[in-house]
């Protein structure tokens, strides 16, 4: 399981994930590679096709990661974020 890594622009400090080719703030193009796991649920939706639940999830550093879900996760709920080729949240 790896930590979530989110980019934050070395101008003006504002953060992205994933990284983008250039900050949309100020148009800088150097970031530094922060871990973020922690952030809350701010939406889920039921996934019908794969019976599976996806969230979007605002990080406490900012940026809004969707992230699978479990079955009782709702919004509100405080969850930790593990990446790699999928994003998973569980309660914390
Ligand atoms: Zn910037």
Do not use: Y
Not at 32 to 56: C, F, L, P, Q, Y
Not at 81 to 92: C, D, E, H, N
């Amino acid at each position: 399981m790896n930590a979530l890594a989110i980019a934050v622009c070395r101008s003006c400090g504002r953060t992205f994930f994933p990284l983008p080719l250039a900050c949309r703030q100020c148009g800088g193009s150097d970031f530094d590679s922060v871990r973020a796991s922690a952030g809350t649920v701010e939406e889920v939706t039921e996934v019908t096709v794969t019976r599976s639940r996806i969230g979007s999830v605002r990080l406490d550093a900012g940026p809004v990661v969707v992230a699978q879900v479990g079955q009782s996760t709702k919004p509100g709920d405080r969850v930790e974020l593990v990446g790699g080729s999928k994003i998973t949240a569980s309660r914390i």
